[in-house]
Nanobody
Framework: QVQLVESGGGLVQPGGSLRLSCAAS????????MGWYRQAPGKQRELVAR???????NYADSVKGRFTISRGNAKSTVYLQMNSLKPEDTAVYYC??????????WGQGTQVTVSS
């Protein structure tokens, strides 16, 4: 089993930056990719960014050019650098780990609020 612990959320003004971190533990050798999803009130959970063990990223169109996803050297951590934040980025952000055939687990979520 893989356990995920997120950190780094908070309150930021529009145009500001935040960096989210997620540390995986347990059966980390089973992880193929890690990603960040978000869920705003009344909306479905959506993919924000994802990166494979090989370092190949993909992003939601709404965050391209503003957010950057990266993996740590040990491949058991994933980061999301969020720049030029907008009020519509406000959501609970969840870390996710994928195996080759299925999702392995979700983090507990961290709140990101963009407001003046």
């Amino acid at each position: 089993q893989v356990q995920l612990v997120e950190s780094g959320g908070g309150l930021v003004q529009p145009g500001g930056s935040l960096r989210l971190s997620c540390a995986a533990s347990g059966s980390v050798a089973s992880i193929y990719a890690m990603g960040w999803y978000r869920q705003a009130p009344g909306k479905q959970r959506e993919l924000v960014a994802r990166i494979t063990n090989g370092g190949i990223p993909n992003y939601a169109d709404s965050v391209k050019g503003r957010f950057t996803i990266s993996r740590g050297n040990a491949k058991s951590t994933v980061y999301l650098q969020m720049n030029s934040l907008k009020p519509e980025d406000t959501a609970v952000y969840y870390c996710n780990a994928e195996g080759h055939y299925s999702f392995l687990n979700w983090g507990q979520g961290t709140q990101v609020t963009v407001s003046s």
